[in-house]
């Protein structure tokens, strides 16, 4: 199969993840990859077997990234994608959509009918987060994107999209994956003080970084000592952080295998995003993979068997769940984390990959597309 994947860009991100991934995975069985994206946007964040099509800000092909181009506007970055895709569709069988902003240039370029649509990130309620007017305009155009391609042609990453405000599908569900050779399974040990906390630092609100301090200056208030450990910086403003710069670090990993290794160099990870609680969360992945105990605001694929769960912004309740974790039993905290490793095992790129690429052929072959 010839499969065209149009793309905002390649940056780093969750969903970037996925995609490179799942593309890896298809060029290695046989199959054609080829992902769509502006010029500007620069060569992947992560490693994939996919192949690049550049288009100029006109929607043209082009033999290659130019990052001294301006990254074009909304507008233009519209029309240049469905342009671009008119111009190259002829020659895939399959177009992967992927995000809302990438529909309506493919269903403007005539290739619905042979479009499936991949939904994995928080749209179009991120949009609605934010401050501006513009974007909640955006987000309540957005919001009828999902009605755009038919149902069983929409793959959702979590069983809590199906039926889930607008999202109709009647595809497989197709969760993030992850190398569990990369992420495996620490040596279990116990937890004593100090108690060294990780999290992953994210600019965006949502992403709990901010619901993470405010844990840790409880933890501290209660006589625990803490260490807190953070991946990529927090993005708080100085004051926000005044008092604990003794107890912070921050580390940069550089890829997956240095990024394994940070979670498995704490004792507990906290993932306190704030919204859509049960939509999948990387960090939750990744903690539950390596060994580590997760502590979340309810996030995929952890439950109760598997993580330590807490209400959203309440630093009391995640302080009562680390001395929860502090006192259990050894081999009760051990099976609690080999469940949750047992479960990501689930979560391998082939199978995630041939369950997607199987339903796509199946769909494709019985419209005759």
């Not at 060569?43 to 181009?69: C, H, K, L, M």
């Not at 619901?211 to 803490?226: F, N």
Request: proline share 7%.
């Amino acid at each position: 199969m010839n499969i065209l994947v149009p793309v905002l860009n390649l940056k780093a991100s969750g969903g970037t993840r996925v995609l490179c991934n799942l593309a890896s995975e298809w060029v290695r069985d046989g199959h054609r990859v080829d992902f769509l994206m502006h010029e500007s946007s620069g060569e992947p964040y992560f490693p994939t077997e996919g192949n690049i099509v550049w288009y100029s800000s006109d929607g043209r092909v082009t033999g290659a990234p130019d990052t001294d181009q301006p990254e074009p506007g909304f507008q233009q970055s519209f029309h240049a994608m469905r342009r671009a895709i008119a111009c190259v569709q002829r020659d895939y069988d399959t177009v992967l959509l992927n995000h809302s902003m990438t529909v309506w240039p493919a269903v403007m370029a005539g290739v619905r009918h042979k479009s499936f649509y991949y939904i994995q990130l928080y749209e179009p309620e991120v949009f609605f987060a934010l401050p501006s007017a513009r974007m909640k305009l955006l987000a309540a155009i957005l919001w009828w994107t999902y009605w755009i391609i038919p149902a069983k042609k929409c793959f959702v990453n979590s069983p809590m999209y199906p039926g889930y405000r607008n999202i109709r599908t009647r595809a497989p569900i197709i969760p993030p994956g992850i190398d569990t050779d990369k992420y495996y399974q620490k040596p279990f040990r116990e937890i004593s003080s100090p108690v060294v906390v990780g999290i992953i630092g994210r600019k965006a609100a949502w992403k709990g970084v901010r619901q993470a301090v405010d844990a840790i200056r409880a933890m501290l208030a209660d006589g625990m000592d803490v260490r807190l450990r953070v991946a990529y910086g927090l993005h708080m403003p100085e004051e926000e952080l005044r008092g604990l710069e003794e107890i912070v670090e921050t580390v940069m990993p550089r890829d997956d295998g240095q990024l394994a290794d940070f979670y498995r160099s704490v004792d507990v990870m906290f993932a306190l995003a704030t919204i859509q609680q049960g939509a999948p969360h990387y960090p939750v992945i990744e903690s539950m993979a390596c060994g580590t105990p997760v502590v979340t605001t309810g996030y995929y694929p952890g439950d109760a068997e598997t993580t330590f769960l807490v209400p959203g912004d309440n630093p009391g309740a995640v302080l009562e769940r680390v001395r929860e974790l502090m006192r259990m039993d050894g081999a009760e905290l051990k099976a609690k984390l080999d469940a949750a490793r047992k479960k990501v095992e689930e979560l391998q790129w082939k199978r995630l990959s041939s369950v997607m690429l199987r339903h796509m052929t199946e769909v494709s072959a019985h419209q005759g597309v």
